[in-house]
């Protein structure tokens, strides 16, 4: 009997807590914890839905829907979003690749360096 009574105060509490999670997390801002560690997620998402938009508009213009004014400006600056991110994307790969780069000359040179202290040591 002690038993079910615990097990009912273990479940009782974890249900309260997953209330006060659920009632209490709007409060906190978990977005901007979540978009630091998938940048390059959100920028491929960001561009592909820009992308998406850039189609849509240009479809909702060939059936008349929008007026030609209104298709330059948006089109024009949906552009340069994905411009802007697409040159952003092009600094990250980049940087990648200098790392990598840096990282392979560095073991490289590492390599070299312990080929050269063996001779070194057998001319002795």
């Avoid at 938009?53 to 059936?63: C, R, S």
Wanted: charged letters at 35%; aromatic letters at 8%.
């Amino acid at each position: 009997m002690q038993d079910i009574t615990v097990i009912s105060m273990i479940f009782t509490t974890i249900l309260a807590l997953a209330c006060l999670f659920l009632i209490l997390s709007p409060l906190f801002k978990w977005d901007t914890y979540i978009q630091v560690s998938s940048k390059g997620k959100d920028i491929n998402a960001t561009k592909e839905a820009l992308l998406t938009t850039l189609n849509e508009i240009e479809f909702e213009f060939k059936m008349d829907k929008i007026s030609h004014a209104d298709y330059k400006h948006l089109k024009k600056q949906y552009e340069t979003e994905v411009a802007s991110i697409m040159k952003e994307e092009e600094e990250l790969m980049i940087t990648n690749i200098d790392r990598e780069l840096k990282d392979e000359v560095e073991k490289e040179i590492e390599a070299q360096m312990k080929t050269y202290k063996n001779k070194k040591g057998e001319g002795k």
